[in-house]
């Protein structure tokens, strides 16, 4: 059974830094897209960072410069470094493994950052 398993959310205050992390069980992820999704408040879920296979990467245009996505395929992991956090930036973090139409997610971890 696949199982994704974020950690390291938490409150913050603007201007400071998150780190979060993600590994993967159930099968082999090393092929797989893997990346960061969103959910803030009154939003759907969006993007937020993805890093394939290659090394290439595609950031949401509001945290490039501030996110940086990072993956070690074999040991199914993804990260995420968050920095300058801003306000804006809050909202429950869900790691995500993609290849084709498998396409899994984590349980979530909430981020909070206050002003």
């Known amino acids: 059974q696949v ?8 409150l913050v ?4 830094s998150l780190r ?11 092929s797989y897209v893997m990346g960061w ?3 803030t408040p ?3 879920r969006e993007l937020v ?3 394939n296979t290659r090394g290439g990467t595609n950031y949401l245009d509001s945290v ?3 996110f940086t996505v990072a993956r070690n395929g074999d ?12 306000p804006e930036d809050t909202g429950v973090y869900y790691c995500n493994f993609r290849q084709g139409y498998q396409d899994y997610y984590g349980q979530g971890t909430q981020g909070t950052v206050y002003s």
């Open 49 to 51: 960072a993805t890093k």
């Open 37 to 39: 999704y969103r959910q």
């Open 64 to 66: 490039k410069g501030r």
């Open 20 to 30: 979060l992390s993600c590994v993967a069980s159930g099968r082999t992820f090393s």
């Open 75 to 86: 040991e199914n992991k993804v990260y995420q470094q968050m920095n300058s956090l801003k």
């Open 3 to 10: 199982q994704l398993v974020e950690s390291g959310g938490g």
């Open 42 to 44: 009154g939003k759907q």
């Open 13 to 16: 205050q603007a201007g400071g």
